[in-house]
């Protein structure tokens, strides 16, 4: 059992930069694939990014490639999004998620609780 912790968000001025973080309270993730999806109020969830279990391989979705990098450090049991240039349609909730594949969010088996990321023009 996986029990994820994001940390990180708050408000932003569109342009500027946010570092989000996921840590695991419980459970270890160096087995698992990683990856951060957001909600925005009315829409879907959407993938963002996803790291492999080592941290090699990552993928990104094409809104946010050459802006977001996606990193884990697994001797702190912690995953990482640095966000940069943001835009004001990126305010969303950001979830962690572990146990699943790529971008496919139902796949996921464990979630974090959400953190708000709020981008002001």
């Known amino acids: 059992q996986v029990q994820l912790e994001e940390s990180g968000g708050g408000l932003v001025l569109a342009g500027g930069s946010l570092r989000l973080s996921c840590t695991a309270s419980?459970?270890?993730?160096?087995?698992?694939?990683l990856a951060w999806f957001r909600q925005a109020p009315g829409k879907e969830r959407e993938f963002v990014a996803t790291?492999?279990?080592?941290?090699?391989?990552?993928d990104y979705a094409d809104s946010v490639k050459g802006r977001f990098t996606i990193s884990r450090d697994n001797a702190k049991n912690t995953l990482y999004r640095q966000m940069n240039n943001l835009k004001a349609e990126e305010k969303a909730v950001y979830y962690c998620?572990?146990?699943?594949?790529?971008?496919?969010?139902?796949?996921?088996?464990?979630w974090g609780q959400g953190t708000q990321v709020t981008v002001s023009s």
């Open positions: 790291v492999s279990c080592t941290g090699v391989s990552t």
């Open positions: 419980r459970g270890s993730l160096s087995n698992y694939g």
């Open positions: 998620a572990a146990g699943g594949d790529a971008s496919r969010y139902h796949t996921y088996e464990y």
